[in-house]
C-alpha cells in the first residue's frame, strides 16, 4: 500500500469506482510511488499523488518557480502582488531593497519568501521596515528570493480538474480555542494529533513563528486561554502547518474560472491549485484587489475533502477526468 495520502485516497477512489489499480516497480526499489490507474479502455499513472499525465518538465518548472509564473498571470491579466526577484550575495543587495522599498505605499508590509518553495516553508510576512526585510533574508533558508508586498485578505484556494474550478475554499492560519483550563501547547498538541488523522502530512508544531506571534500577544505556550477565546498560533494559512480549510466553491465569482480558463491554456495545464489573496471571494476579483500568488502544479487537495461546510471527493473527479468515465 502507498505510504503518500494522496495516493490512498486516490486508491480508495479507484475501488469504490471498479478501476484497477497496480503499483508500477518495486516501491522498495523506487524513491517515487508510482500507481497505475486502469479500465478496460485506458490507463494512466499517478505519480506520489499529485503528478498527473499532463504536467510536462518545462511547465513543472514554470510553476515552481514564483517569480517565473508571475509572466503567465500578467499574460492573463490576473493582478499579483509587486515583487522582485533577488540574490540575497548579489553586491547591490541593498541598493535593490532600498529601490523596492522606496515605491512601497507607506504603511504597507512585505513577505520574504523562497522562489522554489512549498507548503508555506520559509515564508516571512509582516515585514515592515528595510531592517526587518535585511534580518529576513539573512536568516532564509535559500539565497533565491522573492520579495513581495504583503496583499490584504482571505487565502484563497481554488483546484482545478480539466479546465474547471472543481473546489475553492478559504484558509485561515491554524488557531487554537481555549476551554478554560489547557495551556496553549496542549491544545496545539491535541489539534496536532486531530488533524494528522485527516492527513499524516499535516502538522500543528510550535516554532518560532508561534512563539513571535504569542508574545505580540502578550502569551506564551503555557497560559491557558478562557474557554472559547481564539488564539492564533501561525500567520502562514497553510493546512500543512495546521490552518482551515472553509469551502467557498457556491458562491465563487464566475471571473476566477474565467482567469483559470486562460491560465489552463497559457501555461498549458490540466490539474493544479492556484493560491490567490481575495478580500472576498464572492466579489468580482479584478474590483477587489484580489492578487494571485502561485500555481501548483503537483496539488495538494486533500484539504477540500475534508474543509468545513462542503467536502469534495476530488480523487473521483481526478479519476474520471483522467480515465475519461
Ligand atoms: N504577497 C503575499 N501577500 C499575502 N500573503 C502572502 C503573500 N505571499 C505569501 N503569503 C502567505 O504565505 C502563504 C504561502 O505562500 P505561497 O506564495 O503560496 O507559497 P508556498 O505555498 O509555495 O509556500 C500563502 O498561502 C499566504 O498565506
Ligand atoms: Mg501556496
Redesign the pocket.
Known amino acids: 500500500m502507498s505510504a503518500d495520502p494522496h495516493q490512498q485516497a486516490l486508491i480508495k477512489a479507484a475501488r469504490r469506482l471498479g478501476i484497477e489499480t497496480i503499483y508500477d516497480g518495486d516501491p522498495s526499489q523506487s524513491p517515487c510511488d508510482r500507481v497505475i490507474y486502469r479500465t478496460r479502455e485506458r490507463s494512466v499513472t499517478i505519480v506520489e499523488g499529485c503528478i498527473y499525465p499532463g504536467l510536462t518538465p518545462q511547465v513543472d518548472a514554470l510553476c515552481a518557480d514564483?517569480h517565473r509564473t508571475k509572466s503567465v498571470f500578467r499574460q492573463c491579466g490576473i493582478p499579483s502582488?509587486r515583487s522582485i526577484q533577488l540574490d540575497r550575495n548579489a553586491a547591490d543587495l541593498q541598493q535593490q531593497l532600498e529601490t523596492f522599498w522606496a515605491d512601497a505605499p507607506s504603511g504597507s508590509q512585505v513577505?520574504c519568501?523562497p522562489t522554489l518553495?512549498?507548503?508555506?516553508?520559509g515564508?516571512t510576512?509582516g515585514l515592515r521596515d528595510i531592517e526587518s526585510l535585511y534580518t529576513a533574508i539573512q536568516r532564509a533558508a535559500s539565497d533565491t528570493l522573492v520579495i513581495?508586498?504583503?496583499?490584504d485578505g482571505y487565502?484563497l484556494r481554488l483546484q482545478v480538474i480539466g479546465d474547471r474550478v472543481v473546489a475553492a475554499c478559504i484558509?485561515e492560519p491554524a488557531y487554537v480555542t481555549g476551554d478554560g483550563h489547557s495551556s496553549i501547547g496542549q491544545l496545539m498538541a491535541d489539534r496536532d494529533r486531530s488533524i494528522q488523522t485527516q492527513n499524516p502530512q499535516n502538522r500543528l508544531l510550535v516554532n518560532d513563528e508561534t512563539l513571535q506571534l504569542l508574545e505580540k500577544a502578550g502569551m506564551t505556550v503555557d497560559d491557558c486561554p478562557a474557554a472559547g477565546e481564539k488564539v492564533t498560533v501561525k500567520q502562514?494559512?497553510?493546512i500543512g502547518q495546521g490552518g482551515m480549510a472553509i469551502d467557498v466553491t457556491d458562491t465563487l465569482h464566475e471571473r476566477y474560472q474565467a482567469w483559470v480558463d486562460c491560465l489552463a491554456h497559457s501555461l498549458p495545464l490540466d490539474i493544479f491549485g492556484l493560491?490567490l489573496?481575495s478580500p472576498n471571494p464572492q466579489a468580482d476579483p479584478k474590483e477587489n484587489h484580489t492578487?494571485a500568488?502561485?500555481v501548483n502544479a503537483q496539488p495538494q487537495w486533500l484539504h477540500h475533502t475534508f474543509s468545513e461546510r462542503k467536502q469534495h471527493d476530488i480523487p473521483k473527479l481526478i479519476l474520471e477526468y483522467l480515465l475519461q468515465l
Do not use: F, H, S, Y
Open positions: 514564483k502582488p513577505v519568501k518553495g512549498t507548503n508555506g516553508e515564508v510576512m513581495e508586498e504583503q496583499a487565502d484558509r502562514v494559512a497553510n493560491d489573496i492578487v500568488l502561485e
